[in-house]
T-cell receptor
């Protein structure tokens, strides 16, 4: 149980285009989803937190107009990187959590984004 | 702001050895702490979760301890195997539980056959 999927696993796009990454909780309902970004040999950096049906809360320094997050249902959240630049190339990982209890987070397999 | 530090950054040991990975955090007001494993180019696999009221958790050859007052956790791996080679990440959740996790930079572990 507690499986989180991401799609696509890898994507290459050209500068200036937009790309959407999907995160799904497959066997549970996630009241909260998180989006992280990971640079090579660096820690995971929290980008934003989204609760189903409400606007995402972005961490300081993360451009909300560039990284659009939609959490339209209890099993799906999307991250859209708009007008992508090469510096947006990174490994993006989503995480899903059920409220209450241990607040344990379950992570997706990640999406490798390369902007050319 | 919570900061998480992991020591060592990298570790290479022969197969069969017992080893300890260290994690420290600056703000002791945590809700819980999780240890994860990450294989190259992959997502995170949760290994152990310790609630702030707990002292340790065990799963198979893994044992994680938590000393909340001193801001420290250790991950003990017994009888290491080549398949244990991965990056091990420590993460803490602060506040009342609703916050996201703050991660350390990880310990890159290599178990030599």
């Amino acid at each position: 149980g507690a499986v989180v999927s991401q799609h696509p696993s890898r994507v290459i796009c050209k500068s200036g285009t937009s790309v959407k990454i999907e995160c799904r909780s497959l066997d549970f309902q996630a009241t909260t989803m998180f989006w992280y970004r990971q640079f090579p040999k660096k820690s995971l950096m929290l980008m934003a937190t989204s609760n189903e049906g409400s606007k995402a809360t972005y961490e300081q320094g993360v451009e909300k107009d560039k990284f659009l997050i939609n959490h339209a249902s209890l099993t799906l959240s999307t991250l859209t990187v708009t007008s992508a630049h090469p510096e947006d190339s990174s490994f993006y990982i989503c995480s899903a959590r059920v409220a209450g209890g241990r607040y344990e987070q379950y992570f997706g397999p990640g999406t490798r984004l390369t902007v050319t | 702001k919570q900061e998480v530090t992991q020591i060592p950054a990298a570790l290479s040991v022969p197969e069969g050895e017992n080893l300890v990975l260290n994690c420290s955090f600056t703000d002791s007001a945590i809700y819980n702490l999780q240890w994860f494993r990450q294989d190259p180019g992959k997502g995170l696999t949760s290994l152990l979760l310790i609630q702030s009221s707990q002292r340790e958790q065990t799963s198979g050859r893994l044992n994680a301890s938590l000393d909340k007052s001193s801001g420290r956790s250790t991950l003990y791996i017994a009888a290491s195997q080549p398949g244990d080679s991965a990056t091990y990440l420590c993460a803490v959740r602060s506040g009342g539980g609703a916050d996201g996790l703050t991660f350390g930079k990880g310990t890159h572990l290599i178990i030599q056959p």
